[in-house]
Every structure is written in C-alpha cells, then in structure tokens.
C-alpha cells in the first residue's frame, strides 16, 4: 500500500465520519449512527498508518566517487 491509498482512506473515514452525525435526521437508529462512527474512525486511523509509514520505496544513498581529492561523480550505496 503506497500514501495514496493512506489518504483516500482517511479522507472517506472522515466522510463517514462527518456522515454518521447526520444520520439521525435521516431517521436511521443510534446503533447505527454508533456503527458508522466507528468504522469512519477504523478508516482514519487506518489511512493515518499507510500514510505515516515509510514503505518499502526506500532511496538508496549517494556516495561521491573521489578522483584523488576531486569528486568526479556519484553512486547509490545501498
């Protein structure tokens, strides 16, 4: 999972989130509402994570290529 996915998660958590306060003017029950509270939160906290986490995209280290004491270039050190 990339930080894309992290955030489309968080932003429908939030959406169901925001949805599940409403949900009493639609006339659906408490339990409901509890329900939809809880599983935007789920969906936050879950996009919080992918998008908090480094994954495994990670960028390898440039080290100079010394030529006596004058860099000529680079290289990636793993």
């Not at 930080?3 to 006339?27: C, D, E, M, R």
């Not at 969906?43 to 960028?59: D, K, N, P």
């Amino acid at each position: 999972m990339n930080k894309l996915t992290g955030y489309i998660l968080a932003i429908v958590g939030l959406a169901v989130v925001l949805l599940s306060f409403n949900l009493s003017k639609l006339g659906l029950t408490a339990i409901k509402q509890t329900y939809a509270l809880l599983i935007g939160l789920v969906l936050v906290a879950i996009g919080v994570f992918f998008v908090m986490s480094r994954g495994t995209e990670q960028i390898a280290e440039e080290v100079p290529i010394y030529h006596g004491k004058k860099i000529i270039g680079y290289r990636r050190h793993k």
